[in-house]
């Protein structure tokens, strides 16, 4: 159970229309009550009470953001038990209205709980956590836009949370409503072994290992189902998401079972890296047998790999499932100093997911929409602040002193890079668009805050160290100020300027998630052109921004992986470089 709001018995009507019509159906019974509330509450849609097919919710009002919402509605039972690695299943009914006015608690996961990077992190969450959460205008409109947003973090964490990034100021900018969603993370989203799958007709989506693309599904099946009540329009679903999130969009796309839940996808710096089953087979045999040592069952990992070749399928499922989430994300020796942890996920199993990503999007076998994709221009920047060649000069601070250095720095970034937005942007924008029946594809480049030391509009030394890295652009799309990394960013001598980038990022979002075109009549911005496979042609826009106004342009520049590489062996500095930006994350 949710930790926090649980279905209340006794609750007060909150306007005079619903008290009057509740009161002429009292003389319902049994299932007729539930009915006859629902048709009451439907009546206005002001209300903070909303039918759902489980029953009713009772959300909150926000008069800051002019706002209403309602968090933490269960979409799917508890994943616990027998549920574990198992298909989520519809949630049950609720004989009480439910109280939805706090967030869930998050998966399982590693935690920054005291946000300081000395101390290591801690193990939070619970199991029982697949809910969403609901933002609307607090006015009369209907059918509005639907945009369900897919955190970020590696699967593995929640990051931004939920609770930081809450949906409230897009939703009343934007005039949409706005779904965020917990699904599960880690080795409890995406685990793949033998001996959890059944080989039984009709268990296939069980048997794919891929337990938080399913939860995305149900979410959407959800959405698809009761968004009308919340006032929002189940023909206008659009998907979006940073990071994980981002590759999480882009599985949806490629997913048959999502076919229809959606009709927009927004992918912010999401990069395939699908695995095999065979693959998710051996690191989860290497679980397994880290387990083993850990409970004291093997005295070491060739102990442990003799016993584990002992046991039979019924006895390596058993063993898995006596074990809690939190002795699985024990058994990552980075966790407590990263926070993610490395696993396979998205396994090509043939039914969640296509068993060759790319021939299928080659095929045209995937969900043809309207998309957007999109990298900041420093992606990379986030995770050199961790990389242990460069963790020296951090501390003592020659990488500020030494221009060598910093000149260092910013080169593998700038590669590290590349090759993050060719795979994210440029090479699948090109297989897109080489379908007819392919609609608008239109790609972005975040550049606000590079420049380095001398040039970024950001507060030193920020803009060295961070510049335009991956997530920076997200306070940007939701109108907020330190959900993500404005709290080391933003100042007030930038303030005027990604003020006005900020607004043009939601104008540009907003309008996409209505019509499947970010262009809208009378904004005063400049054309957003589709991504165009022709030479010289259109291929993307260009964000960003001074200390006082918005930069943004087309350009017609597009990646591939040959130039980068010619580029890279032309470098003074070659011989330095290449062992660093081969040593990428994206290569792992």
Not at 122 to 135: A, H, K, P, Q, R
Not at 544 to 566: G, P, W, Y
Request: charged residues 25%.
């Amino acid at each position: 159970m949710r930790k926090r709001g649980n279905t209340v018995k006794g609750y007060r009507r909150f306007n005079l229309v619903a008290v009057v019509v509740a009161g002429f159906m009292l003389w319902a019974v049994n299932g007729s009550l539930g009915t006859a509330r629902a048709r009451a509450i439907a009546l206005d849609s002001m209300s903070l009470e909303r039918p759902t097919a489980q029953g009713i919710v009772i959300g909150t009002a926000d008069k800051v953001t002019n706002t209403l919402s309602w968090k933490g509605i269960p979409y799917a039972k508890a994943p616990v038990g027998q549920l574990r690695w198992k298909e989520p299943q519809d949630p049950e009914n609720r004989p009480e209205p439910f109280n939805a006015s706090d967030f869930c608690e998050i998966c399982p996961q590693y935690n920054n709980h005291d946000e300081n990077r000395a101390t290591p992190q801690t193990i939070l969450g619970s199991e029982d956590c697949l809910y969403l959460n609901i933002w609307r205008p607090r006015s009369r409109d209907d059918k509005l836009p639907v945009y369900f947003w897919i955190h970020g973090g590696g699967n593995s964490i929640q990051w931004p949370l939920l609770s930081w990034l809450e949906g409230s100021i897009l939703a009343n900018r934007s005039n949409m409503v706005v779904v965020s969603v917990n699904y599960r993370l880690g080795p409890m989203g995406w685990f793949s072994h033998p001996a959890l799958r059944t080989g039984k007709k009709g268990e296939e989506k069980t048997d794919s290992g891929n337990f938080g693309t399913l939860d995305l599904i149900k979410a959407l099946s959800w959405v698809q189902a009761n968004i009308k009540t919340f006032g929002g329009d189940p023909a206008n679903v659009t998907i979006a998401g940073e990071s994980a999130g981002g590759q999480n969009v882009i599985t949806l796309i490629a997913s048959p079972l999502a076919r229809g839940l959606f009709h927009h996808a927004i992918s912010q710096s999401g990069v395939i890296r699908g695995k095999t089953p065979s693959q998710g087979e051996e690191h989860a045999n290497a679980v397994i047998k880290r387990l083993l040592v850990k409970d004291g069952t093997a005295s070491d990992e060739n102990a442990a790999a003799a016993k584990l070749e002992g046991m039979s399928p019924e006895e390596i499922a058993r063993y898995l499932r006596s074990k809690s989430a939190k002795e699985f994300l024990e058994t990552y020796p980075e966790g407590p100093s990263r926070g993610m942890i490395h696993f396979p996920s998205c396994f090509a199993d043939g039914t969640v997911q296509p068993v060759d990503f790319y021939a299928a999007m080659k095929a045209g076998a995937y969900n043809k929409v309207p998309t957007i994709l999109g990298t900041n221009k420093e992606e990379m920047k986030l995770f050199l602040l961790f990389d242990p060649h460069f963790a020296l000069w951090l501390k003592d601070g020659s990488l500020f002193r030494d221009p060598a250095k910093g000149e260092l720095y910013e080169l593998v970034a700038k590669y590290q890079t590349e090759d993050w937005k060719i795979m994210a942007v440029d090479s699948l924008a090109r297989i897109l668009r080489s379908h007819a029946d392919q609609p608008g594809v239109y790609t972005y480049e975040f550049l606000w805050g590079a420049g380095g030391m001398k040039k970024s509009v950001m507060p030193r030394p920020y803009g060295l160290l961070m510049g335009s890295c991956h997530a920076m652009e997200l306070d940007f799309v939701f109108g907020t100020e330190a959900a993500s990394l404005g709290g080391f960013a933003f100042d007030r001598k930038n303030r005027p300027g990604r003020v006005a980038l900020s607004n043009a990022m939601i104008d540009y979002w907003a309008q996409f998630a209505r019509t499947g075109n970010p262009n809208r009549e009378g904004s005063g911005l400049p054309e957003w052109k589709a991504w165009s496979n022709e030479q010289n042609a259109p291929k993307t826009i260009l964000l960003d921004a001074d200390f006082d106004a918005v930069k943004i342009e087309m350009s017609n520049r597009e990646l591939t992986r040959e130039a980068s590489k010619k580029a890279l062996a032309a470098e003074v500095r070659v011989q330095e470089l290449e062992p660093l930006v081969e040593a990428s994350l994206l290569n792992r």
